[in-house]
Structures are given as C-alpha cells and as structure tokens.
C-alpha cells in the first residue's frame, strides 16, 4: 500500500492538533493524546516500511 500526500497530510494534521490542543491539562487528557499521538506515527512507520518492502517508492 503506497502513502499518498492526502493521507500523510491527514496523519501529520491530526498530529498538530493533538499536540497543540490547550484544553490538555490533566494528566489522563495528556496520556490519552499521547496514545493517540504514538498509533499516528506507528502507522506512519508502517506505511513506510510496507512501501520499501514492496520496491515502490512513496507518492
């Protein structure tokens, strides 16, 4: 499966927010982002690494 602009935007989007969101005071809100954060740039890697496994190169 190849990464498209689109979707890596999306990701790196998604990214921002978590991390700039001011609401973000507890210690759970904080932990709860961060879980969040972490399966953004997890699937990111993924994606990344399924596309040089199959030999293509990122769109």
Known sequence: MNI?????????????????DPSTTSVEQIESRLHVLEASV???????EESEGSGSSPA
Not at 4 to 20: D, G, K, N, P
Request: net charge positive.
């Open 42 to 48: 997890s699937a990111i890697l993924r994606k990344l």
């Open 4 to 20: 498209t602009r689109q979707w890596f935007a999306e990701q790196m989007r998604r990214i921002a927010v978590l991390s700039a």
